[in-house]
């Protein structure tokens, strides 16, 4: 009696395929995906860019015509002075805004929902990130145009001018690490507010930002001369007006890595373990 053999079995075609690798650019192309997400959430609330709208416009008019004459002698001098140190402060208090909206979203559990799609762990970070890049830009843009509309002008190129809008930009989105580390740290919304606000004012107001940094007690000139806010301000003072720019550029972008290289880790690092 022969025995029938039966060929090997072989495996379905679903189960012998490999698993694919991961495509290059995962996580940008993730990122890019939530950056959006957020920009669709900023535009149908326009009320959460009051800060970036509302505040310079504020803060220009209140001392510009208030304090400009005692400070500066004239209103015009002192608003091509305090112009470039409007911009630097509100772009960094506007990057509060990411910290307590991740807060926000981590509360309400959005990001439950995150981790349980299959893309890089740290997309979500990354993209809102990315997607507050808007924000800047908008703070940016309603900064220079109530200066000029109350006589600011650049004095500069264009070429100038533009350098140091991007400038501010990127300083704005490496900063925003530090608010994001925080949000990750705190519990709630109110209180990423309210530390962010207690490490933001202190470097705004111990700087160039309202007066020249040699007018200010000898003590303080420390802190100012080492102040990243004073190396922006000075950046962003020498490519608008012309004036000595030095190693300041230089001392910004170096902080700019430093944030990056210290606050993105750690907030990373705070978000696995979070959710």
């Known amino acids: 009696m022969s025995t029938l053999v039966g060929a090997p079995p072989t495996a379905s075609p679903a189960l012998s395929t490999a698993a694919p690798n991961p495509r290059p650019f995962r996580l940008v192309r993730h990122s890019l995906a939530l950056a959006k997400r957020s920009l669709i959430k900023t535009w149908r609330t326009p ?122 930009v990127l300083f704005a989105l490496c900063l925003s690490w530090l608010p994001v580390y925080v949000s990750m740290k705190v519990r709630t919304p109110g209180a990423v507010q309210g530390l962010m606000f207690a490490l933001i004012m202190p470097l705004s107001f111990a700087s160039n930002v309202f007066v020249a940094a040699d007018t200010l007690p000898g003590w303080m000139r420390a802190f100012v001369d080492v102040n990243p806010m004073t190396h922006l301000v000075d950046s962003v003072r020498g490519l608008f007006l012309g004036t000595p720019l030095g190693s300041h550029v230089w001392w910004t972008l170096a902080w700019c890595v430093g944030f990056v290289a210290v606050f993105m880790p750690l907030a990373l690092r705070a978000y696995r373990r979070k959710i």
């Open 47 to 168: 009320e959460a860019l009051i800060d970036v709208t509302l505040q310079p416009v504020l803060f220009l008019v209140i001392f510009v015509y208030v304090f400009g004459g005692a400070v500066a002698g004239s209103t015009h001098d002192y608003l091509q002075f305090l112009l470039p140190g409007i911009l630097a402060q509100t772009i960094a208090t506007g990057a509060i805004a990411i910290g307590v909206n991740l807060n926000t979203d981590i509360a309400k559990g959005i990001f439950d929902r995150f981790r349980s799609l299959p893309i890089p762990r740290s997309a979500p970070l990354v993209g809102a990130v990315l997607g507050d890049v808007v924000r800047y830009v908008i703070v940016t843009v309603s900064t220079l145009a109530i200066g000029y509309l109350m006589g600011f002008r650049i004095e500069t190129d264009p070429f100038r001018a533009i350098a140091g809008c991007l400038l501010a």
